[in-house]
């Protein structure tokens, strides 16, 4: 569908994202397309919730972000409040959210107003905890250590179905991963993780990522967690550095939440939702992820060709061994059965 009002995120950080924006805005008034600046903070003033950004911007109905994986996952953070599409330029370094280099901007644009694009849609997770959840007085300050101002503390939803389901849904929404980690550098934390409400395992470690497949190449990928396919919907449990012997990565279905509740003895539970700490819990407190209901626009033109940005990002190499005989083809599809040899 044509682009009725666009909303943009920019990594000021980057000069070339920044001329890139000027791209961007004169592309819209060339087709007579509000264009709005999203996500936009000075040092002393807060970060705004996702729905104020919406209704601030007009609720735009494409995103286009300029920077990296993290600038795409603020864009993603406003869109789904409207179901919007989020297009991602890519600035950054091992970005697998971006899709557009930074040359193709007004082709891309161009493609998506006249319908010319897809939008995959990617699954996301949300949150219900014991209590409400809050960044402690005096951590904002820390945070914004070479960095700007931290996200609010998540809203507590009110939905008619509250009296029935334990604990606080939160007004939270993750592209990425929800992560559980300590806060206190000498006190790890202890936690028992339940699926679909049965233990598994009871761990101590520095942190547990729940991620989507999506986030699996994110967090997850480098605490050692596995490669999914985005098109699938999962749950991606790695836990970081646990001090024990079972240090693996559990991969449930969808409808199969994951439960974690603090125990006695841990240190505090800091909550980071896509990077961005949103608030902290206790012993005795626990966190329940699981799908959320709406899922991610994400713009994409052709065909997707994910396993290709993996080697590409990635920079994998092929075993010594195995290219003796010369690289294998970049691509291959079987065309017909080869006859059977009978010595």
């Known amino acids: 569908m044509p ?3 666009l909303g943009l995120v920019i990594h000021r950080g980057r000069s070339d994202a920044v001329k890139a924006a000027d791209v ?3 592309w819209c008034a060339e087709n007579g397309i509000p264009c709005h600046e999203i996500d936009v903070w000075e040092d002393e003033q807060p970060r705004r919730h996702s729905q104020e950004e919406a209704i601030a911007a007009g609720h735009p ?21 409207d179901d919007s599409r989020v297009l991602g330029v890519d600035f950054g370094h091992v970005g697998f959210l971006t899709e557009v280099p930074s040359d193709q901007i007004r082709a891309s644009l161009e493609a998506v107003h006249c319908d010319c694009a897809v939008a995959e ?82 761990y101590s470690a520095d942190a547990v990522i729940v991620a989507t497949p999506t986030g699996s190449t994110a967090y997850s990928f480098a605490a050692g ?22 240090n693996r990565t559990v ?14 003895h841990s240190g505090p539970v800091a909550i980071s ?17 699981g799908p959320a209901d709406s899922r991610l626009n994400v713009v994409r033109f052709g065909e997707a060709d994910f396993y290709r940005r993996v080697r590409n990002r990635f920079r994998l190499a092929d075993a010594p061994a195995a290219v003796a005989d010369g690289e294998a083809p970049a691509t291959f599809r079987p065309t017909a059965s080869r006859p059977l040899v009978v010595d």
């Not at 967690?225 to 079972?246: C, E, K, N, Q, W």
């Not at 939702?273 to 992820?289: M, N, S, T």
Request: net charge neutral; hydrophobic share 45%.
């Open 61 to 81: 109905d494409l995103i286009v972000t300029l920077g990296g994986d993290g600038t795409f996952l603020r864009g993603a953070r406003i869109a789904r409040c």
């Open 24 to 26: 961007v805005r004169a």
């Open 3 to 5: 682009i009725k009002r």
């Open 121 to 202: 849609k990617r699954m996301t997770l949300t949150l219900r905890t014991s209590r409400a959840v809050e960044i402690p007085e005096g951590m904002d300050s820390l945070l914004r250590h070479g960095r700007g101002p931290a996200l609010p503390s998540p809203t507590v939803l009110g939905s008619d179905d509250s009296a029935q389901e334990p604990g606080i849904a939160l007004d939270v929404v993750a592209l990425n991963d929800i992560v559980l980690e300590k806060l206190a550098r000498d006190r790890q934390v202890d936690l028992a993780l339940y699926v679909g409400g049965h233990l598994l395992a009871s």
């Open 273 to 289: 939702i896509d990077g961005q700490l949103r608030g902290v819990l206790g012993p005795g407190d626990w966190a329940e992820v």
């Open 225 to 246: 967690g596995p490669i999914l396919s985005p098109r699938l919907d999962a749950l991606v449990f790695t836990p970081v550095a646990p001090h024990m012997a079972f």
């Open 251 to 264: 991969v449930t279905a969808a409808d199969e939440p994951v439960t974690v509740r603090i125990l006695p």
